[in-house]
Structure formats: C-alpha cells, structure tokens
C-alpha cells in the first residue's frame, strides 16, 4: 500500500511539474524514436494533431499536408503524434506510420513517436494541452483532436476531430495566430 501511494505521489509530481513547463520544453521522441523537444519550433504558429493510420478521418493528413505546405514558409507547422487509444486505430510501428504517411499523403511536416494523449499514461505534452491547468481542458475524444499553439507557445484554439483541417474555422485562426506579433 505504501508503495502504491509513493508511486501517486511521484507520478503527480512529474504531471504538476510538466504541467509548469513551457511547450518547447517538454521531453518527445521524434518518429525515429531519438529524443527531442519542440524547440526547433520555437516562434512558430503549430497545429498539434493527434493522428492514426486508420480512422475514418485519416484522409484529414491531406487537409493537413495542403496546410502545411500552404503556411510553412510564413512560420507555421503541423506536429503531428500518433495515438492508438481510440478504437485501436493506430495499431502500426513507427517505421510503418512513417512509411503509410509518405506512401499515401506524401506527409511532409514532423511526426512523432506514438505516445497517449489521454489517461493514466498521458504524455506530458497532452496534460499541458488537456490537463487542470490548461486553457481548453477535458479528454481529447478521438483521432484528429488539434490544438493551436501561438508564436508565444500559448494554446490559442482547440478544434474537434470533425473540424476539417482547411476549414474557414481553422484557416482563420492560423492566419490569426500568423499575423500576430
């Protein structure tokens, strides 16, 4: 029993601590599995999306790439992050997401190492995206969730799966985010 509580009392100390970190700052692992951070990024406007290889919103990655290809010279990228909590629907290996997003929507923007977005197992970045402390809390609900980060690395929108990625809704906002100083 005492080490079950230890065990809270540490897994809620690293959460509040990530939580308390700046976007950039967060530990990921690219696609490749090495580690990194979203420094690189860092004065940018980023769309980070939960993706999978087989949901019915899979060809979203097309809206996706048209906006990255669209915005990237502005200063604007999407992150994307592979996720297989929701209907098993990204059940491949990172070589074979890497491989089924070149093959099939020539995917040109990062995409990172397969984590969690919600439960006990959420990644740090998602808790600073969901979590208390966040501008837009609750549970993301399924593939496709994204989140709109400023220059600033302030979360400025969140957007439901079924928001298409060249929508005026989303659109907007990133042309928003992209003028702002």
Same mark, same amino acid.
């Given at each position: 029993?005492?080490?079950?509580?230890?065990?809270?009392?540490?897994?809620?100390?690293?959460?509040?601590?990530?939580?308390d970190k700046s976007i950039y700052e967060i530990p990921l692992k690219d696609i490749d599995g090495k580690p990194t951070t979203l420094k690189a990024h860092k004065g940018k406007a980023l769309l980070i999306v939960n993706v999978a290889s087989a949901?019915?919103?899979?060809?979203?990655?097309?809206?996706?790439? *048209?906006?990255?290809?669209?915005?990237?010279? *502005?200063?604007?990228?999407?992150?994307?992050?592979?996720?297989?909590?929701?209907?098993?629907?990204?059940?491949?290996?990172?070589?074979?997401?890497?491989?089924?997003?070149?093959?099939?929507?020539?995917?040109?923007?990062?995409?990172?190492?397969?984590?969690?977005?919600?439960?006990?197992?959420?990644?740090?970045?998602?808790?600073?995206?969901?979590?208390?402390?966040?501008?837009?809390?609750?549970?993301?609900?399924?593939?496709?969730?994204?989140?709109?980060?400023?220059?600033?690395?302030?979360?400025?929108?969140?957007?439901?799966?079924?928001?298409?990625?060249?929508?005026?809704?989303?659109?907007?906002?990133?042309?928003?985010?992209?003028?702002?100083?």
């Amino acid at each position: 029993m005492k080490t079950i509580f230890l065990s809270f009392l540490l897994a809620s100390a690293i959460s509040a601590a990530a939580a308390d970190k700046s976007i950039y700052e967060i530990p990921l692992k690219d696609i490749d599995g090495k580690p990194t951070t979203l420094k690189a990024h860092k004065g940018k406007a980023l769309l980070i999306v939960n993706v999978a290889s087989a949901c019915g919103l899979t060809p979203q990655y097309e809206g996706l790439e *048209k906006l990255q290809q669209k915005y990237q010279d *502005k200063g604007f990228t999407v992150l994307a992050f592979p996720c297989n909590q929701f209907g098993g629907q990204e059940p491949g290996s990172n070589e074979e997401i890497r491989a089924f997003c070149e093959r099939e929507y020539s995917v040109t923007f990062p995409i990172f190492d397969k984590l969690e977005v919600k439960g006990k197992n959420q990644h740090p970045l998602f808790e600073k995206l969901t979590g208390p402390k966040a501008k837009f809390k609750g549970d993301i609900g399924w593939n496709f969730g994204k989140f709109l980060v400023g220059k600033s690395g302030e979360v400025l929108a969140r957007f439901a799966p079924s928001n298409e990625p060249e929508s005026e809704k989303i659109v907007g906002a990133i042309e928003q985010a992209l003028a702002s100083k």
